[in-house]
């Protein structure tokens, strides 16, 4: 399984930017969620937002308002949308996935993308 991040990049604040992870080598094992999670340095890695596979959205506090997490089935890749971007926002994205293994669940990681915010 690889979850493969793109779209990262500097932006200023007040810029939108969009983030899109796909996963690909889950072959007919089901992903039952995937999510965002970010590092920023001296920080612990926040939660940023999760999906259901069937659609659920969950989002941390700092990001609620501003960021919209959806999934495309099809194509088993995740997108966050972020707006009104801060500089604390800066930071590591990772992707996860939650995959259904039918003897336990399988969780994993991305790469990371860096999303910088100039104020």
């Known amino acids: 399984v690889q979850l493969v991040e793109s779209g990262g990049g500097l932006v200023q604040a007040g810029d939108s930017l969009r983030l899109s992870c796909a996963a690909t080598g889950t072959g007919a094992v089901p992903i039952l969620s995937m999510g965002w999670y970010r590092q920023s340095p001296g920080k612990q890695r926040e939660l940023v937002a999760t999906i259901t596979w069937s659609g659920r959205p969950s989002y941390g506090e700092s990001v609620k308002g501003r960021f919209t997490v959806s999934r495309d089935r099809p194509t088993k890749t995740m997108f966050l949308q972020m707006s009104a971007l801060k500089p604390e926002d800066e930071g590591v994205y990772f992707c996860?996935?939650?995959?259904?293994?039918?003897?336990?669940?399988?969780?994993?990681w991305g790469q990371g993308t860096q999303v910088t915010v100039s104020s």
């Open positions: 996860t996935a939650r995959l259904d293994h039918n003897v336990g669940y399988g969780d994993y």
